[in-house]
């Protein structure tokens, strides 16, 4: 039973004899104990105004709140920062409604008068669930998956628009559908074509020519990608994650609507929610894209070969489609608007060009398209490309059996209510900006993945994100998701692995003067009998001169490669 208005909690001493740390996990748990155990828990200093201003709320509304004085209780300080690690907010009044963090005054008062409050009073047992997750993706699958252990009651919606070519699949989302699964398949595909090359010198004799069947690899694919959409749904239904596949739509504070494939609709509320929708590849909209175009939505699917291929962009996904393409033994041309790989090394990323280039790939520099004209229908059929050039009136023709757009990729944040319940998004991106434990300006509102703004688009990240999400919300942890110096590959031809700054943004955020870097050419040991270019795998260390020479790692590296590399001063 709650407690009446306007009486004070207290919290007892720890004891004596107790390590820092056992003394800090007490005082958490105690903290935790007061925020799951009351309506409304207000923490607040008598002095402060504004928990005045709360407390009055919340009075002249009949609703009965507990309050704990900061500035009345010996460990006041350490409650205080404790409250700053579980919820990031330093200031008093910090207000927890039914175990969700609203925030202090302002938020509060914004919160009465949106209505979002009055929603938040209701007890938990009014909602039909704990949580609903939107988007079966890498981090909304992690999340409802440690919820579920965690003994709540979750369900996941899940619903994959076709993308303009009529493409669509299974649970799992990008990752595992038309992302890293497929993606590595096929660069493997392609490095199995190089080692075949390389045999040779290695003593193996190979008396007939090799070709590559494209539909042989696809259709293996395919029946893996296949396996693992199941393999999701049944731990779901393991973990007894009720799974609807349906597109999910706020109608109000709490309440979504779940539209199926026939169009038929459901509502459901939950006490909170976690947006997972990740993001889909962006289109040019210039005549043709949507017409005759690809993206990676379609390509891994492709029953076809795709046969003389045209890939628009320079992003990690353009590069690495082309280098595997190429590696296939097709005729591919890159086409740059401006540069490689934007927001990594661009040391880096013109080695990475100049290896694709000296084996096979084109690169038409600084064009884009205008138009795309289908030619001839067929598996694959004929476009033309006409492009302009970005520095001046010059324009090009090409004719192209595969058109594979690649410039970037969209949040899947547009059409889902967000705005009839007070969401931030930001109007440009379709991202939303979120807090460091992933809450959203509306209190019961988390997301994970690649839709949060300035957060990195990695699927481990999003997995990690989406547990730690979990725990917090109902396993009473803190553990809040690290986005700093994440590593992460570029499957290209020549693999480039990286983790911290890029030099440029080093030298923007240190100063050239302060940096030191270290690099070094390499020649892998399974380079050396098959006669590879002993001057192309290289390294670089970024580092600050005033943090002990420990700074960001940009390291370009072979598949495989086990060598050891001696490093050298740069500048």
């Known amino acids: 039973m709650s407690s009446p208005p306007g009486r004070r909690a207290r919290l007892s001493s720890s004891g004596t004899g107790r ?23 207000i923490f607040s200093k008598s002095y402060c105004p504004h928990s ?33 690690e579980i919820t990031n907010q330093r200031t008093v009044p910090n207000i927890f409604v039914n175990k969700v963090h609203v925030g202090g005054c302002d938020r509060t008062f914004q919160a009465h008068q949106s209505g979002l409050l009055q929603k938040l009073l209701q007890e938990d047992s009014a909602y039909d669930y704990d949580l609903i997750v939107i988007g079966g993706g890498s981090g909304g699958l992690a999340c409802a998956q440690e919820a579920a252990t965690l003994g709540k009651k979750v369900m996941v919606l899940d619903f994959v628009v076709p993308s303009p070519q009529g493409t669509s699949w299974g649970l799992g989302g990008t990752c595992v559908n038309v992302g890293c699964v497929p993606k590595k398949l096929m660069h493997q595909a392609a490095l199995l074509g190089q080692a075949l090359n ?24 395919q029946n893996h990608i296949g396996s693992l959409n199941w393999g999701h749904r049944l731990s779901l239904r393991e973990k007894s994650v009720v799974y609807i596949n349906a597109y999910g739509k706020f109608v109000e504070h709490h309440k979504i609507r779940a539209t199926n494939r026939r169009g038929q609709e459901t509502c459901h509320t939950a006490a909170k929610f976690v947006i997972a929708t990740g993001e889909r590849p962006r289109y040019l909209g210039i005549p043709g894209d949507k017409e005759y175009c690809i993206t990676s939505d379609d390509l891994f699917s492709l029953p076809y070969c795709p046969g003389k291929t045209l890939v628009v962009g320079a992003s990690y996904v353009a590069l690495e489609c082309a280098g595997f393409l190429s590696g296939l033994g097709l005729d591919v041309t890159v086409m740059v608007r401006s540069i490689l790989l934007r927001g990594f090394d661009q040391e880096m990323a013109e080695r990475v060009g100049s290896y694709m280039e000296q ?27 006409v492009a302009k050039s970005t520095e001046g009136p010059e324009t090009i023709e090409g004719i192209y059996n595969t058109v594979l757009l690649a410039i970037g990729r969209d949040s899947c944040t547009r059409k889902m209510g967000l705005e009839k319940i007070g969401v931030k998004v930001n109007e440009k991106s379709g991202k939303i900006p979120v807090n460091d434990v992933e809450q959203t300006n509306v209190p019961y509102i988390y997301a994970v993945g690649d839709i949060l703004e300035g957060k990195l688009e990695l699927a481990p990240v999003a997995i990690q994100a989406g547990r730690l999400l979990a725990r917090r919300l109902f396993g009473g942890r803190l553990e809040k998701c690290d986005y700093i ?28 003067e302060h940096l030191e870097v270290y690099h070094t050419l390499f020649w892998p040991l399974e380079w050396t009998v098959a006669g590879r270019d002993n001057n192309t795998c290289y390294a670089k260390i970024i580092c600050n001169k005033f943090d002990n020479n420990a700074g960001g790692l940009r390291p370009l590296l072979p598949s495989l490669s086990s060598s050891v590399m001696p490093w050298h001063y740069q500048r």
């Not at 009075?59 to 205080?80: I, M, N, P």
């Open 19 to 41: 390590s820092s740390s056992e003394a800090s996990e007490e005082l958490r748990r105690r903290l935790l104990g007061l925020i799951e155990g009351n309506r409304v828990m």
């Open 52 to 84: 005045t201003r709360v407390k009055e709320l919340f009075s002249s509304l009949g609703v009965q709140f507990k309050v704990l004085e900061l500035d009345q209780v010996d460990d006041g300080a350490s409650v205080q920062e404790m409250l700053s």
């Open 198 to 221: 390389d045999s040779r010198k290695f003593g193996w004799e190979c008396s007939q020519q090799v070709k590559h069947n494209w539909e042989a690899m696809t259709e293996a694919i």
């Open 359 to 385: 084996h096979g790939v084109k690169f038409l520099r600084k064009f884009i398209p205008v138009t795309v004209q289908q030619l001839e229908k067929g598996s694959p059929g004929k476009l033309k490309v």
């Open 485 to 512: 110096n994440v590593p992460t590959t570029v499957f290209t031809p020549l693999e480039y692995g990286c983790c911290g700054l890029s030099e440029e943004k080093a030298i923007e955020m240190y100063k050239k």
